[in-house]
């Protein structure tokens, strides 16, 4: 069974950063696709950012291309999720999820999800 454990999540000021890093087990993850999600109040969750962790193809929202960068490190089997020039409209909470093989931004193609971590940016 896939297990993600998000941290890194916090408070900062616009304009600042955050790293936000994701912990997989459970499963050889060299067959995943590894995404971040966020879910601000009242709103729909989003795709932000993912990657197939075998050939490293990644895709970004294109609300934050050019400040997010996501990246992994097989070692750790961890996700991270870079996030520069923070503005308010990136406050949410932060998803990791998982799913075989191929690309996808939509929430309900993943079966797996960690517990998420708040970020919020304040003005």
């Known amino acids: 069974q896939v297990q993600l454990v998000e941290s890194g999540g916090g408070l900062v000021q616009a304009g600042g950063s955050l790293r936000l890093s994701c912990a997989a087990s459970?499963?050889?993850?060299?067959?995943?696709?590894m995404a971040w999600f966020r879910q601000a109040p009242g709103a729909e969750r989003e795709f932000v950012a993912g990657?197939?962790?075998?050939?490293?193809?990644?895709n970004y929202a294109d609300s934050v291309k050019g400040r997010f960068t996501i990246s992994r490190d097989n070692a750790k089997n961890t996700v991270y999720l870079q996030m520069n020039s923070l503005k308010p409209e990136d406050t949410a909470v932060y998803y990791c999820?998982?799913?075989?093989?191929?690309?996808?931004?939509?929430?309900?193609?993943?079966?797996?999800w960690g517990q998420g971590t708040q970020v919020t940016v304040s003005s």
């Open positions: 990657i197939q962790w075998s050939v490293g193809s990644i």
């Open positions: 999820a998982a799913r075989l093989w191929t690309y996808a931004s939509l929430a309900r193609a993943f079966g797996s």
């Open positions: 459970g499963r050889t993850f060299s067959n995943y696709f």
